[in-house]
């Protein structure tokens, strides 16, 4: 039976296992446990935000960091073109306009050359999504949009763990949203966070994700929340899964690294390199561009899948998503950077316990179907 490389398996550790077990046996399974608490400090000491509010999901987190913004109908969110659709539907579910941005063609990016040209009157927030392994270039972002008073929604989901400046990837946001899905380099599953040095967005985030109960009478309810909780069960693994997060990054790396070396010399093949400038890559995935367009990404990934090599495409862009269209009001405005990435870009099988040899024989079977 031919060997089968998954693009991820989640590291659970005998730890982790023993967390989760100490929790079930003491009946603590609810959001109500005391785990929650405690993942919530431990994120904040570790991200160096004052508050952090633990949810159901990064999807979850964005929807309720909007919402706790004060961002409603008739405002602009300006996100990234080349994203996740969760950026988008946390804007359309608000009553709110998104304005795409294209992204760059080899950080994959929001392209902050276009920023200013798309601010207008109405521009509430910009969802600032680090997108794969390299941040966003925070300080410029952060020198524009503070002079007009528009708000950072800093999405993390991605790259927690990473440093921009010595300073942590979600630290430089009004509000920052992560991810625990099991993919990421701290997994409870599913699962996120939010994080926020106001107090005000705190208390709101607290009430949204809990359905706004009443503080005097609880079951009269005082605004529109969501059941967005997280379970004592997820915390508790969490919990364990963040004091390894440096062990999962070096791996990481290294593998990122061997790819690296066995890739680029490939010149229909562009791979992101561990350091952009003074920018380090954390490789929460391995991403690979096809420069030769003979081939699309559909197609290769395809030929890996039959001999036991699992792949995952690249974003589609939002101003392609059908289910955006009536959302959307720049039906003019042309976004190559991502509408190609997403056609020939894709990651490879990246997990912590892939071995060198594994690595080689990918890459030998990448380079022999890419010439």
Known sequence: MKKFYPVNVPK????????????????????????????????????????????????????????????????????????????????????????????????????????????????????????????????????????????????????????????????????????????????????????????????KCRELRNLCFGKKDKFNHTDIGWNYRITNIQAALGISQLKNIKTIINKKIQIGKLYHKLLSKNKNIFIQKPYMGKLKNIYWVVGLLILNSKVSADKLSKKLQKIGIQTRPFFYPMNKQ????????????????????????????AYFDLKKKDIYYICNQINNLIK
């Open 12 to 203: 659970i550790t005998n730890q982790d296992i023993k967390s989760v077990s100490r929790v079930m046996k003491d009946s603590w399974i609810s959001s109500d446990g005391p785990e929650v608490k405690k993942f919530e400090d431990n994120f904040s000491s570790f991200i160096k935000k004052k508050y952090s509010i633990a949810v159901s999901s990064g999807t979850a987190a964005l929807e309720i960091a909007m919402k706790a913004i004060g961002v409603g109908p008739g405002d602009e969110v300006i996100i990234p073109n080349f994203t996740i659709i969760s950026n988008a539907l946390a804007v359309v579910k608000l009553g709110a306009t998104p304005i795409m941005i294209d992204c760059g063609i080899y950080d994959w990016n929001i392209d902050i050359s276009q920023l200013e040209k798309k601010i207008s009157k109405r521009t509430k927030a910009v969802i600032i999504t680090h997108i794969y392994s390299f941040s966003n270039p925070m300080e410029k972002i952060i020198k524009i949009l503070k002079k007009k008073n528009i708000l950072i929604v800093e999405d993390a989901a991605e790259v927690i763990g990473l440093k921009y400046k010595n300073k942590m990837c979600g630290s430089y946001g009004d509000i920052s949203i992560f991810s625990f899905y099991a993919n990421k380099h701290v997994t409870t599953g599913e699962g996120g966070m939010i994080a926020t040095s106001n107090q005000k967005y705190f208390t």
């Open 322 to 349: 059908k289910i955006l269209a009536k959302y959307i009001r720049q039906k003019k405005d042309k976004f190559p950077n991502s509408e190609y990435i997403s056609k020939y870009g894709f990651y490879l099988p």
